[in-house]
């Protein structure tokens, strides 16, 4: 079964400072990776996916961007944070018949 | 515009209590799935219906796909304050993406 790692668990930011989440997987090869934003307590919100190395597709324009610089690590960056880049961000991993498999989250909070 | 509506949004029930949640959708989805989240957590799969009708059981929890493909229900007997969390249905929206409802919040009381 596949592991997903994010770090930092959790991060505060003053507004205008760059940003660097970092996102790894265990236990599969070549697979699908998200990018979410979670407001408190609702749905995730699709930021960027990637169906391989180099391959990025965004679905929300925004303050972010995404990487993929290796096969199974995904890393979501920002240039300079906005009050409203705050939030609970998720990495999730595909698997079979739609599913995805989500690491434990970083809570990010921009000040 | 979400393409899967979740409710209720809030749902308070006392332990040993039945709860059903509910999602409902006018598009068609290969397939569904319920995830539960805890809060500071990241979402976990709780299962994966295919099939139109298919219902499908985990202990206590019973999930119902709907004949049509566009809606589900999660049904919880006999809550337990364990039980309690985020609960987010999600449908597969194409080869790579899935759709998430807004959730449902499930609060069990000792």
């Known amino acids: 079964s596949q592991t997903i790692h994010q770090w930092p668990a959790t991060l505060v930011q003053p507004v205008g400072s760059p940003l660097s989440l970092e996102c790894t997987v265990e236990?599969?090869?070549?697979?699908?990776l998200y990018w979410y934003r979670q407001a408190a307590g609702r749905g995730l919100q699709l930021l960027f996916y990637?169906?391989?190395?180099?391959?990025i597709s965004s679905e929300v324009p925004q303050n972010l961007s995404a990487s993929r610089p290796q096969d199974r690590q995904f890393i979501l960056s920002s240039k300079k944070l906005l009050l409203s880049d705050s939030g609970f961000y998720l990495c999730?991993?595909?698997?079979?018949?739609?599913?995805?498999?989500f690491g434990p989250g970083t809570r990010l909070t921009v000040l | 515009t979400q393409l899967l509506e979740q409710s209720p949004q809030f749902l308070s029930i006392q332990e040993g209590e039945n709860l059903t949640v509910y999602c409902n959708s006018s598009s068609v989805f290969s397939s569904l799935q319920w995830y539960r989240q805890e809060p500071g957590e990241g979402p976990v799969l709780l299962v994966t219906?295919?099939?139109?009708?298919e219902v499908k059981k985990l202990k206590r929890l019973t999930f119902q796909f709907g004949d049509a493909r566009k809606d589900s229900s999660l049904h919880i007997t006999a809550a337990q304050p364990g039980d309690t969390g985020l609960y987010l249905c999600a449908g597969g929206v194409s080869d790579y993406k899935l759709s998430f409802g807004a959730g449902t919040t499930v609060t069990v009381r000792a």
């Open positions: 999730a991993s595909a698997g079979g018949a739609d599913t995805q498999y």
């Open positions: 219906v295919v099939t139109g009708g």
């Open positions: 990637s169906v391989g190395i180099g391959q």
């Open positions: 236990g599969t090869s070549n697979p699908n």
